[in-house]
């Protein structure tokens, strides 16, 4: 308090008068600041993961529905020519746009996909693996349209 008093001496009744409203209002717009506003904007970040989560839930759980209901939908056995060619066939009838396939070794070939909804993209590996072929590697993007991805796989026979 010793500080309070030698601050307001020697100072006019209307400076005093100011000085103790500026004080009032001071400290609790600072508490105001420090404390509560951060929290409340965590809340609300808090709120909006939580929704984008709970939406992004749901949209599994209907992919896994559409997955299911689809299952079977290109028969392996229709799948006949060269790898190459069962790749390009079982796309098509997905209507999926394989940008390049490109032949490795051991029989193996990489495909990409730049762009395809995700329920197309599994359904695709499924009939692949349907007409016999090895699933070695995929590797699925998140595209910016939700529900769309991007798709890079190895497949091929064992080895």
Do not use: C
């Not at 209307?14 to 105001?32: M, N, S």
């Not at 699925?140 to 890079?152: H, I, Q, W």
Request: charged share 15%; proline share 4%; hydrophobic share 45%.
């Amino acid at each position: 308090m010793k500080w309070l008093n030698q601050l307001l001496e020697g100072r006019s009744e209307q400076e005093r008068f100011t000085l103790i409203v500026g004080a009032a209002v001071a400290v609790p717009l600072i508490i105001w600041l420090m404390l509560w506003q951060p929290l409340l904007s965590a809340r609300d970040s808090a709120e909006k993961r939580l929704e984008q989560r709970r939406s992004s839930y749901v949209w599994m759980q209907q992919a896994a529905q559409q997955l299911q209901s689809a299952r079977g939908s290109v028969p392996g056995s229709a799948l006949s020519g060269s790898p190459q060619q069962q790749i390009t066939r079982a796309a098509s009838a997905l209507a999926i746009n394989v940008n390049r396939i490109e032949p490795q070794s051991a029989g193996r070939y990489s495909l990409w996909v730049a762009s395809t909804d995700y329920t197309s993209a599994v359904q695709l590996i499924e009939a692949l693996s349907a007409a016999g072929m090895t699933l070695h590697s995929a590797n699925m993007s998140l595209l910016d349209v939700p529900g769309s991805v991007s798709l890079r796989a190895s497949v091929g026979s064992e080895g």
